[in-house]
C-alpha cells in the first residue's frame, strides 16, 4: 500500500470542535462523516481500516483526508 501523503493533525480546539459537532448531532449527515473521518485519520487510522468503519469507499476517504485539512475545519 502507498504511503500516506496527507496527514491529518488538529489543534485540541479544532477538535473539540469537530467532538462537538457529532456529539450534537445536529449537522447535515455528509458533515458528521467527514467529522468522523477526520478524527479516525488523526488517530492514524489508514484509509483501509476508515473504510468498514464509516461505510465509506476508500476513495472517499482518501478525498477528506486530502481536501479538508488544506480548507481549515469544516464549519459546524
Not at 19 to 33: D, F, K
Not at 53 to 74: F, Q
Request: proline share 8%; aromatic share 2%; net charge positive.
Amino acid at each position: 500500500m502507498p504511503k500516506k501523503i496527507f496527514g491529518v493533525r488538529w489543534s485540541p480546539e479544532a477538535r473539540q470542535q469537530l467532538q462537538s459537532s457529532i456529539h450534537h448531532g445536529q449537522r447535515a449527515a455528509r458533515r458528521l462523516t467527514r467529522a468522523r473521518i477526520l478524527l479516525l485519520a488523526e488517530a492514524q487510522g489508514s484509509d483501509a481500516e476508515i473504510t468498514p468503519l464509516r461505510g465509506v469507499s476508500r476513495a472517499t476517504v482518501h478525498r477528506i483526508r486530502k481536501s479538508d485539512p488544506a480548507r481549515g475545519l469544516p464549519h459546524p
